[in-house]
């Protein structure tokens, strides 16, 4: 993913208040890439919009 993943937890934990920072980086990393490709989603960027609307989609 091209997109900045500190950004993105800096994202995810003004929407959801969970501290990506407090897990393992390469295996949270992992496996968020693997669910947003699973999904066809095509950026951090992307899912943090789709979480924005809908934050129990995923």
């Known amino acids: 993913m091209?997109?900045?993943y500190e950004v993105?937890?800096?994202?995810?934990?003004f929407i959801t208040k969970?501290?990506?920072n407090s897990?393992?980086?390469r295996q949270m990393k992992r496996r968020i890439d693997a669910l947003i490709?699973?999904?066809k989603i095509t950026s951090y960027d992307v899912y943090v919009d789709i979480l924005k609307k809908n934050?129990?989609?995923f």
């Not at 993105?8 to 934990?13: A, L, P, T, V």
């Open 2 to 4: 091209a997109d900045n």
């Open 8 to 13: 993105f937890k800096e994202q995810i934990y």
């Open 18 to 20: 969970i501290d990506l």
């Open 23 to 25: 897990y393992k980086e």
């Open 37 to 39: 490709a699973k999904h």
């Open 55 to 57: 934050p129990v989609m």
